[in-house]
Nanobody, 123 residues
């Protein structure tokens, strides 16, 4: 089992940047593919980015491609989401999640979830 704790959210102006972190407990962090999802008020949770166990492969939603970068440090049991050129439509609660399967954009493939961190982008 793994516990996930996100941090780094906040209020930023459009065009600004934030870096989210997700710290995982346990000694098997490198056994999990990791993902970031987000949920805006009144909307369904949506995929943002994912990274393989080794960090060698990544995938992104089209809406964030070229602006967001996912990375991980297995020595620190942490996954990151660097968010640049933020837009008001990026406003949401951001969740990190761990999957025992391969890297995926499907939320149901992720077994463990963090509590979320709020990101608000003002126009």
């Amino acid at each position: 089992q793994v516990q996930l704790v996100e941090s780094g959210g906040g209020l930023v102006q459009a065009g600004g940047s934030l870096r989210l972190s997700c710290a995982a407990s346990g000694r098997t962090f490198s056994s999990y593919a990791m993902g970031w999802f987000r949920q805006a008020p009144g909307k369904e949770r949506e995929f943002v980015a994912a990274i393989s166990r080794s960090g060698g492969s990544t995938s992104y939603a089209n809406s964030v491609k070229g602006r967001f970068t996912i990375s991980r440090d297995n020595a620190k049991n942490t996954v990151y989401l660097q968010m640049n050129s933020l837009k008001p439509e990026d406003t949401a609660v951001y969740y990190c999640a761990a999957s025992v399967a391969t890297m995926s954009s499907r939320a149901y493939e992720y077994r463990y979830w963090g509590q979320g961190t709020q990101v608000t982008v003002s126009s």
